[in-house]
């Protein structure tokens, strides 16, 4: 999904003395700031093939905060759709863990899927309506590191729909290594929101109530 243009006066920025991420687009600034933990990102090579029906779930596990070793549960919003990532070389950077950026790489990539696993592939939804998907306002809060070879699982939920965008609430987790174990370390989370405009114009319109229906009333489309 592409991001609209920022207007005049308005910029993306990065504070990395707070760990704070901030993202400035459409008039609205949103801000996560993490005093205490370390910043990182995932990488985007998917690690395995999975069936959607593998990846739309109604749990993520349990997180550990940032800060903390107690792990507290993700909290579900709906059906959450779950994506593999495995972290490669090409993702890290020179202090050895995935470079910041990236999350929003593999969000777009999990959100992109989740679209998918509902029947709604994004190019053919432009060539039909004229209309596309486009990143308003994103606002990401990073806890922990990723490193090469873990393997990651990268969720996407809707918490919010209005007339013309939505908000997708989405979270980086580590996999765990020991068997049976259900908690999973939370990395990274973001709010995302995504406008629908017109994709010449880019003004703002109205989302078609069938698209809503599909988000609000997921089916797993089979051949997905």
Known sequence: MPSTPNQPGQQDRICPTARTAVLVEGGILRQAQDERGEVGSVGTGISHQQGPQDRLCRTAG?????????????????????????????????????????????????????????????????????????????????YRPARLDDELIVTASLQETGRASMIIKQQALLKTQQPGAQAMTLLCDGSIRIGWVDSTSLQPRRIPASILNSLNNPVINPST
């Open 62 to 142: 349990a997180a550990a905060p940032s800060g903390g070793s107690t792990a507290h549960e993700v909290a579900s919003v709906g059906a959450i759709f779950h994506w593999p990532v495995r972290v490669y070389w090409e993702d890290t950077d020179a202090g050895g863990i995935v470079f910041y950026p990236n999350y929003l790489k593999f969000f777009e990539r999990s959100r992109t899927e989740w679209l998918r696993s509902l029947g709604i592939e994004q190019q053919a939804l432009k060539n039909a309506t004229g209309c596309m998907f486009v990143v308003a306002e994103a606002t990401v809060r990073y």
